[in-house]
């Protein structure tokens, strides 16, 4: 193993590039507006160019509006797949200060290190800043996605709302032209692999007190709107027994699917968060509700099985029905990486926790190319994340940088005598 004692991330500098990026957006008390291709983001993105420029590295902008910053060898060729990290710079409407912004200039901050310690890198390094991960315009993740010709038939065309533009729009603001977004397609040959640093969105680290968490893979997503009907009627008029309320029916749903998921332990969870009554009137008997199903699990089978308890038990509501909107497949990240990343820490004395991501990332279309991936996790505070609150602690970032660094690096020279 090389001298990687020589790595030094350095937090006071990756601090100040945290804070420097959290103005762009901040909105005093509402938390940071940087949705994809805003003109916050476009400053963001401008901004962050320039630093990663004077790290001295070769920028770039794709087709899809990817920055793709690269450090070639210093000796050796400068065309070899190449060793990448990344994640995004914008954020949700109302999102917090490090979702994305960590893992962009943690990455910052490697890159840093490594020059700074005079290792001889004999491949390349990457640092990407995805477009609109956050899926602001329609579906998240754009930017990787693109990168691998990954992107739906038409989706560039699609908002998420009327008067809200399209992606096709906001790249045509910035003098991008649509119709050559294939250009941003790279060969999977051309990366050896990718890691990400990213906050965890959740309170586990932080309750365990652990810095890192080594990402075994991002879970099985299963989304689905279920519809239950009844009989709208006056609320005065009508006796209880001849009545068909339609959110009493999905009261009982809601139960029902809570207590399923429950008893099928603790590797799923699901989530009604979004709910519709219809007419909605004070004194007007429900007549219909919608209501949308978020299920996640790292195994797909259980989410499988869940999903049909709960069809079952909609079945049996009667005059309900459920179909499903969205299913996207878990993705596991490369056993050999997250061996690097656990010897990282332990070089250095750093305790670790193997968990998975219940939340997509950037990270997840890589493993789609046999791209070997990794992920480093480190704690939020409380768990809070797309929100004004979301807060780490600098020393974990800083521990974060390094692990990344260090896991480059070691990938870098494997293989090698
Ligand atoms: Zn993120």
Same mark, same amino acid.
């Given at each position: 193993? /090389?001298?990687?004692?020589?790595?030094?991330?350095?937090?006071?500098?990756?601090?100040?590039?945290?804070?420097?990026?959290?103005?762009?957006?901040?909105?005093?008390?509402?938390?940071?507006?940087?949705?994809?291709?805003?003109?916050?983001?476009?400053?963001?993105?401008?901004?962050?160019?320039? /630093?990663?420029?004077?790290?001295?590295?070769?920028?770039?902008?794709?087709?899809?509006?990817?920055?793709?910053?690269?450090?070639?060898?210093?000796? !050796?060729?400068?065309?070899?797949?190449?060793?990448?990290?990344?994640?995004?710079?914008?954020?949700?409407?109302?999102?917090?200060?490090?979702?994305?912004?960590? !893992?962009?200039?943690?990455?910052?901050?490697?890159?840093?290190?490594?020059?700074?310690?005079?290792?001889?890198?004999?491949?390349?390094?990457?640092?990407?800043?995805?477009?609109?991960?956050? #899926?602001?315009?329609?579906?998240?993740?754009?930017?990787?996605?693109?990168?691998?010709?990954?992107?739906?038939?038409?989706?560039?065309?699609?908002? /998420?709302?009327?008067?809200?533009?399209?992606?096709?729009?906001?790249?045509?603001?910035?003098?991008?032209?649509?119709?050559? $977004?294939?250009?941003?397609?790279?060969?999977?040959?051309?990366?050896?692999?990718?890691?990400?640093?990213?906050?965890?969105?959740?309170?586990?680290?932080?309750?365990? #007190?652990?810095?890192?968490?080594?990402?075994?893979? $991002?879970?099985?997503?299963?989304?689905?709107?279920?519809?239950?009907?009844?009989?709208?009627?006056?609320?005065?008029?009508?006796?209880?027994?001849?009545?068909?309320?339609?959110?009493?029916?999905?009261?009982?749903?809601?139960?029902?699917?809570?207590?399923?998921?429950?008893?099928?332990?603790?590797?799923?969870?699901?989530?009604?968060?979004?709910?519709?009554?219809?007419?909605?009137?004070?004194?007007?008997?429900?007549?219909?509700?919608?209501?949308?199903?978020?299920?996640?699990?790292?195994?797909?089978?259980?989410?499988?099985?869940?999903?049909?308890?709960?069809?079952?038990?909609?079945?049996?509501? !009667?005059?309900?029905?459920?179909?499903?909107?969205?299913?996207?497949?878990?993705? /596991?990240?490369?056993?050999?990486?997250?061996?690097?990343?656990?010897?990282?820490?332990?070089?250095?004395?750093?305790?670790?926790?193997?968990?998975?991501?219940?939340?997509?990332?950037?990270?997840?279309?890589?493993?789609?190319?046999?791209?070997?991936?990794?992920?480093?996790?480190?704690?939020?505070?409380?768990?809070?994340?797309?929100?004004?609150?979301?807060?780490?602690?600098?020393?974990?970032?800083?521990?974060?940088?390094?692990?990344?660094?260090?896991?480059?690096?070691?990938?870098?020279?494997?293989?090698?005598?």
């Amino acid at each position: 193993m /090389r001298d990687i004692a020589k790595i030094q991330v350095q937090e006071g500098r990756l601090r100040q590039d945290l804070l420097d990026l959290a103005r762009f957006g901040e909105v005093p008390g509402r938390g940071i507006m940087r949705t994809a291709l805003s003109d916050a983001d476009l400053a963001a993105r401008q901004w962050f160019k320039e /630093r990663m420029k004077e790290a001295g590295l070769e920028v770039h902008e794709d087709a899809a509006a990817n920055l793709i910053g690269r450090m070639n060898p210093v000796v !050796g060729p400068t065309d070899g797949p190449c060793i990448a990290t990344g994640s995004h710079i914008d954020s949700v409407a109302q999102g917090g200060r490090f979702d994305g912004a960590l !893992g962009i200039c943690a990455g910052l901050e490697a890159l840093r290190a490594i020059r700074e310690s005079g290792l001889l890198i004999l491949c390349p390094l990457e640092l990407i800043v995805f477009t609109d991960e956050e #899926g602001s315009h329609f579906a998240g993740t754009f930017g990787s996605r693109a990168m691998f010709n990954l992107l739906q038939e038409g989706e560039m065309e699609r908002s /998420r709302g009327t008067g809200l533009p399209t992606l096709a729009q906001d790249l045509n603001r910035m003098g991008k032209d649509v119709e050559k $977004i294939s250009q941003a397609a790279r060969s999977p040959s051309e990366f050896r692999a990718f890691l990400e640093v990213h906050i965890e969105q959740g309170p586990v680290l932080e309750s365990m #007190g652990t810095p890192i968490g080594i990402v075994e893979g $991002i879970v099985h997503l299963g989304r689905y709107l279920i519809r239950v009907e009844g009989k709208t009627g006056h609320a005065g008029t009508t006796p209880m027994h001849l009545r068909d309320d339609a959110l009493v029916k999905a009261a009982g749903i809601i139960t029902a699917v809570n207590e399923a998921v429950r008893s099928a332990g603790p590797e799923i969870v699901g989530t009604i968060g979004e709910f519709q009554v219809h007419p909605g009137v004070i004194n007007i008997i429900p007549g219909e509700v919608e209501m949308a199903l978020d299920l996640r699990s790292i195994k797909k089978t259980t989410l499988e099985a869940v999903k049909n308890t709960i069809q079952e038990i909609v079945h049996y509501t !009667g005059n309900a029905r459920m179909e499903t909107i969205l299913t996207k497949g878990g993705v /596991r990240m490369d056993p050999g990486i997250m061996e690097a990343i656990e010897i990282s820490c332990r070089q250095r004395g750093i305790s670790f926790q193997r968990m998975w991501s219940g939340a997509g990332h950037d990270a997840m279309t890589f493993p789609t190319q046999n791209i070997p991936t990794g992920m480093i996790f480190i704690p939020c505070l409380a768990g809070e994340s797309h929100c004004p609150d979301e807060d780490i602690r600098f020393e974990d970032a800083a521990i974060g940088a390094q692990m990344l660094a260090d896991t480059m690096v070691s990938m870098a020279f494997k293989g090698e005598k």
